[in-house]
């Protein structure tokens, strides 16, 4: 009989990964899912408590909408069957029934920094979603952890993941920003800013500030905001058109080739900073530029996907020796080497 794997997916980048990486798996019945939760939280859920999360709102539809659009299978909440694997992008919660079922976590993107939050889930074994993202990897509850680079490896090992289910594959998405150079967007050499949703969900922004910032850093030149796609838009325009007149806003557009075309990227905290830094562009971030360089996804020519899925297929023998598994990272990394001897761009 055909394997069975459930890929969880959540916000459409980690929609999309989950997507990438099932399409290495055309002998196995392969079925999505929206993120979901069991106990308790499920209830807040089911009540739109928290629909400024991947677990409701504009995130599920997103990506409920994406998985109609792709005709893929789909079993919400893993009722319909039991699951030989599971791939998802975030450990924060792990519904109780895939607990006992072999689970892969793979790196979403950026990762929330080390706040006072943080701190006091790691002191007081609170639960690990009150600090978010940044709690990435420390459950410890999966089988295998791919992770975008030796900088995250380390800073995932650090924070408490075992190194042993560690591995360096590079991330779907972030692996071949140099494709995003190829595109028909007409207009170049302009200042772009990334917006956050960090208001929808909970956090303080001062939008105000930032988009004075980002004018200040045009000095005159043409400016773009991308608005995050979970953010209030018809708010987020209303303030770039009083403080920043003149700017073009986008709002339901792929970012990718508006990074590749521009001069200057500018963002608070978010994961679209790293293809800005792969392809050199001059980038500006609340973040330290030092450590992100440090964690930038390694570049591939977009082999993630297939590496996440040829050594997880290890995991789909009934016994499976993890000799083996050892022996798929030897070639996968002979590949990706000889991919990275090729590549137009440095090796991050």
């Not at 794997?5 to 916000?11: A, D, E, K, R």
């Not at 639960?127 to 030796?150: C, E, H, I, Q």
């Not at 800005?276 to 992100?292: H, I, P, R």
């Not at 016994?319 to 990394?333: N, R, V």
């Amino acid at each position: 009989m055909k394997k069975k794997l459930l890929f969880i997916g959540g916000s459409l980048n980690q929609t999309t990964m989950m997507h990438q990486i099932s399409q290495y798996f055309t002998d196995c019945d392969c079925y999505f899912s929206a993120f979901y939760t069991t106990g308790f939280i499920d209830f807040i859920v089911r009540k739109g408590l928290l629909d400024f999360t991947i677990l409701g709102g504009r995130f599920r539809e997103l990506t409920e909408n994406y998985f109609r659009e792709n005709h893929l299978a789909t079993d919400y909440k893993a009722r319909k069957q039991q699951y030989d694997l599971v791939f998802t992008c975030q450990d924060l919660l792990i519904p109780n029934n895939i607990s006992t079922t072999k689970i892969v976590l793979v790196q979403e993107g950026m990762t929330e920094p080390e706040s006072l939050t943080y701190h006091l889930v790691r002191r007081l074994s609170l639960p690990r979603w009150l600090a978010s993202t940044a709690m990435t990897g420390t459950s410890n509850k999966y089988d295998l952890f791919f992770v975008a680079s030796d900088g995250y490896r380390d800073l995932f090992i650090s924070k408490g993941a075992d190194p042993a289910k560690i591995r360096v594959t590079g991330i779907p998405n972030f692996d071949h920003a140099a494709q995003y150079l190829k595109n028909d967007f007409p207009i170049k050499n302009y200042v772009l800013a990334a917006t956050s949703d960090r208001r929808e969900t909970l956090n303080f922004e001062n939008r105000k500030k930032f988009i004075e910032k980002v004018m200040n850093i045009a000095a005159g030149r043409q400016v773009i905001f991308k608005l995050h796609p979970n953010e209030n838009w018809e708010r987020a325009t209303g303030e770039i058109k009083k403080y920043a007149p003149g700017a073009l806003v986008y709002t339901n557009f792929n970012i990718n080739p508006l990074i590749a075309n521009c001069d200057v990227l500018v963002t608070i905290h978010s994961s679209v900073v790293y293809i800005g830094m792969a392809l050199g562009k001059e980038v500006y971030s609340d973040l330290n530029m030092d450590e992100l360089k440090k964690l930038t996804p390694i570049q591939n020519n977009g082999t993630s996907a297939n590496a996440i899925a040829g050594i997880s297929r290890q995991l789909l023998l009934e016994d499976y020796d993890k000799s083996l598994i050892k022996q798929h990272e030897a070639i996968s990394e002979a590949r990706q080497l000889y991919h990275y001897s090729h590549l137009d761009l440095p090796y991050s």
